[in-house]
């Protein structure tokens, strides 16, 4: 049987969805920051960084998608924001929190090797290569991160078996390690694979937002 944790935060989280009267301006002028990092890296013409940020963000609107239309079917979703956000564009997800995955797979970037090849560490006869290791690295922070979300009521995990290690596997492995090796895509790849994934989220968005009603 599949128990509910926090079934009270669903309701929170649906009152608080998309209402223009909790607004902050604080939020704009996180909006200017993302887009000056955004400009300054193409300044710098260093559009691997660009590509790394997009294909995180493009993953996080999927799996955001993904949450909010667990919860239009089930009636719950597997986390939400119950509170804390100056505007609650999904079910799981305000501004603020959106903002900062437009940016972190930049920021893991920096952290790349130039060669996707080079190894961090062997396990037995298996080398570890630095991209992998980075993007699981930062995958495992995030999960951390997330329980102390837990611990503020401002993010709920609402189903009892959904926790730091499911996120772990299912969200945020496919948020870095992707996006640490679409650091090292050919151009032609990495222009291919961002339309796909813009064209696909925003498929999504129109049919189960727009059409349907369910996010």
Do not use: C
Not at 81 to 87: E, H, Q, R, S
Not at 184 to 203: A, H
């Amino acid at each position: 049987m599949l128990l509910l944790h926090r079934p009270e935060a669903t309701a929170m989280a649906l009152a608080l969805l998309r209402r223009g009267d909790v607004f902050n301006l604080y939020v704009i002028f996180m909006i200017v920051v993302v887009l000056y990092i955004y400009f300054s890296e193409f300044q710098k013409k260093n559009f691997k960084a660009i590509v790394a940020g997009l294909t995180l963000y493009g993953i996080h609107w999927f799996v955001e998608i993904i949450n909010s239309i667990i919860q239009f079917l089930s009636g719950h979703a597997l986390w939400t924001v119950p509170k804390g956000t100056a505007y609650l564009i999904l079910v799981g997800v305000g501004i603020e929190l959106s903002l900062m995955f437009a940016i972190v797979g930049i920021v893991q970037s920096k952290l790349l090797p130039d060669d996707p090849k080079e190894k961090m560490f062997s396990i037995g006869r298996f080398d570890v290569p630095q991209p992998l290791a980075i993007g699981i690295g930062n995958a495992f922070l995030a999960s951390v991160i997330e329980i102390f979300l837990i611990f503020t009521d401002s993010f709920v995990w609402v189903w009892e078996w959904w926790n730091a290690i499911t996120v772990f596997i299912f969200v945020y492995i496919p948020f870095f390690v992707v996006s640490a090796y679409s650091y090292y895509w050919e151009p032609k790849r990495q222009r291919n694979v961002i339309l796909i994934m813009i064209l696909i989220d925003v498929s999504m968005i129109v049919i189960f937002g727009y059409l349907l009603g369910w996010i």
